[in-house]
């Protein structure tokens, strides 16, 4: 029988007010084999920047044993929704442990010019090697307009803020070490299309790089001019490979593997395959797949196109247990990012924000980690 929901209070670990918290119910006997293994979550995020938002990670070991994060950030004077549009950045941090925290090194893949296609703004990294060399993929947004005088009017209304967003590709960068310098392409990997899924837009990138060098690739789309919106639909989640992670990269079929009308709206993927197939994490944007609407979710596949929930789909909730014994509820649980070792996810990473939720409710957003058992 699921647990009633109690209500509790407590000191929230991360921003220091006391907060009303719902704690979550139990799953059903039926085992998540994520959930079952969350464990409490330490206080002090993996990365935090002052000056500026920092959102989503991924993270990668290299053969010394340190851990190599990369990270979007972009400057405080712009707000945080819509201002990656327009000045994110990819970073790279760097750990003795995977829970850090992470220390800066460097900017990766900076801004270089309007005339790029990822030439203003690199976001949603998700590195991973093959071989001897690191692969990058992320997504690249390129604008002609002239820097904003006041950052801080950016707005979802703006011009800035539309071609912006009509402008996200998804590219890759590699290197043979992780420090860099990263080789960045003069085109995306994978670009729009007219007439299908993926006509407006392609971002969010998750690949899975097979040992044979072919890729499978997930990434979130929308279309031109459908559903509630007036230049875009509703986010899907298509499919792609390649025989090589250079590409050429073919979406699969003529529908998304997921979205509005086929399974339930998820953001955020995290692809990943072992001896039983394909496996995503994602979250759950409006509860249909979990019946929890912003949580994350569990799915397998055996092609990585045809995708079925986990038997109990719960994988993990913004409730989160600290190590100090704290339980909050997060108003933001974003990006989640699993780091496999040994072929098994050992912690998972997220983006998180102060605030109630929402993207303009918070003033400050960092990285975390919650490790599995």
């Known amino acids: 029988m699921m647990k009633v929901k109690k209500l509790i209070h407590f000191a929230c670990p991360l921003i220091g007010i006391v907060t009303p918290c719902f704690s ?21 995020p993996t990365l935090r920047m002052e000056d500026y938002w920092v959102w989503g990670s991924s993270v990668i070991k290299d053969e010394e044993g340190s851990y190599h ?26 750990s003795d442990t995977p829970e850090g925290p992470y220390e800066f090194q460097s900017v990766a893949l900076p801004a270089r010019g309007a005339q790029y296609w990822d030439g203003r703004a690199t976001h949603n990294p998700s590195v991973t090697k093959h071989k001897d060399t690191y692969v990058l993929f992320y997504t690249g947004i390129t604008h002609p307009f002239a820097e904003l005088d006041d950052p801080g009017s950016l707005d979802l209304e703006s ?3 539309t071609l912006a967003r009509s402008n996200k590709r998804i590219g890759i960068a590699t290197s043979k070490s992780p420090y860099g310098p990263w080789e960045r392409r003069d085109a995306p990997v994978l670009d729009t299309q007219p007439d299908t899924f993926y006509s407006f837009l392609t971002s969010n990138p998750s690949p899975w790089i097979n040992e044979d060098g072919s890729v499978v690739l997930i990434f979130k789309s929308r279309a031109y001019g459908r559903d509630r919106f007036p230049f875009q639909s509703s986010m899907m989640i298509g499919a792609a490979k390649a025989p090589q992670f250079e590409g050429p990269y073919t979406v699969v079929g003529d529908e998304p593997v ?14 990943w395959r ?4 394909y496996h995503m994490l ?11 609407a912003h ?23 913004k409730t989160v247990t600290f190590r100090n014994g704290n339980v909050q509820t997060l108003g933001q649980l974003e990006r989640v990012f699993g780091l496999i070792e040994n072929g098994r996810i050992t912690h998972l990473f997220f983006a998180t924000m102060d605030g109630p939720g ?10 975390m980690v919650i490790p599995l058992e």
Do not use: C
Not at 71 to 89: C, D, N
Not at 259 to 269: L, Q, R, T
Not at 274 to 277: N, P, R, T, V
């Open 159 to 161: 011009h800035y803020t």
């Open 24 to 44: 979550a119910p139990e799953p059903p006997a039926s085992e998540n084999p994520i959930y079952q293994r969350i464990q409490p979550a330490p206080e002090e």
């Open 274 to 277: 072992d001896e039983k197939g």
């Open 282 to 292: 994602a979250k759950d944007m409006r509860g249909r797949i979990s019946g929890r």
């Open 69 to 94: 994060m990369y990270a979007s950030r972009w400057p405080k004077e712009y707000p945080f929704h819509p201002g990656w549009m327009v000045a994110s950045e990819i970073v790279h941090a760097v």
């Open 258 to 271: 997921l979205g509005e009308h086929k399974g339930g709206v998820v953001e955020d993927p995290f692809l």
């Open 358 to 367: 929402g993207f303009h409710r918070g003033q400050d957003s960092w990285n």
């Open 295 to 317: 949580d994350g979710v569990l799915l397998h596949s055996e092609d990585a196109v045809t995708w079925k929930p986990n038997e109990n789909p719960l994988a993990y909730s």
